[in-house]
């Protein structure tokens, strides 16, 4: 079984206050995209690469793909200033597919064993995320005031890849777009179809890279992984 992956990739990074857009900022001397794109260029399940770019940053874009040798991008469409824009953007590009993946193109240190499991997931069921398990104690707060304690494993943090079958996506898509509705999520776009969206547990280390302080920890991770002789 093959999946095909979209990585939006037209966001500001505001949040990182690098005055360009944050992926193409370095880890261990090589860019956060270049990172991200290298772990679906080396997985053998992965078919294609949809990347929704800025048209302004196109030709840095595609320097980087030659010289990291990223050959699976087939398609880099103008992204939005939405995420759900920039989703849309590669769902209309793909002709045919059974899984579609969505993945964060800031989260470098996404691992394949969770990819092929949400893979699974969705060609079984439909539609599945990743995810982890909250660790800290939640409140519920109104106005500043306390107002009761929530029980905490029920609560997921959610993560990327989101896995979906390819005509359920773009229905999901394409229902948002004529209902003038903007989600946080493609799940959210599904899970108002009144679909089932399965939880895959993924791990803490697939984190966001958005702060300055990100950063630090990401070239933390990348360095264990090198001492314990993982691919990075």
Known sequence: MQYDVILPAAGSGKRMGAGKNKLFLELLNKPILAHTLTVFQDDQACRA???????SEKTEIEEL???????????????GDERQYSVNACVKQIRAADVVLVHDAARPFIQQETIHKLMQKAATHGAAIAGVRAKDTMKRVSNGIIEGTVNR??????QTPQAFNFELLRRAQQQAEKDGFLGTDESMLVERLGEVVCMVESDYENVKITTKEDLLFGEAILNRRRGGQQNV
């Open 49 to 55: 690469i949809y990347l929704a770019i800025k048209s």
């Open 153 to 158: 494993e029920d609560l997921w943090m959610i």
């Open 65 to 79: 793909l030659a010289r990291y040798s990223i050959s699976k991008v087939v398609a880099m469409p103008v992204g």
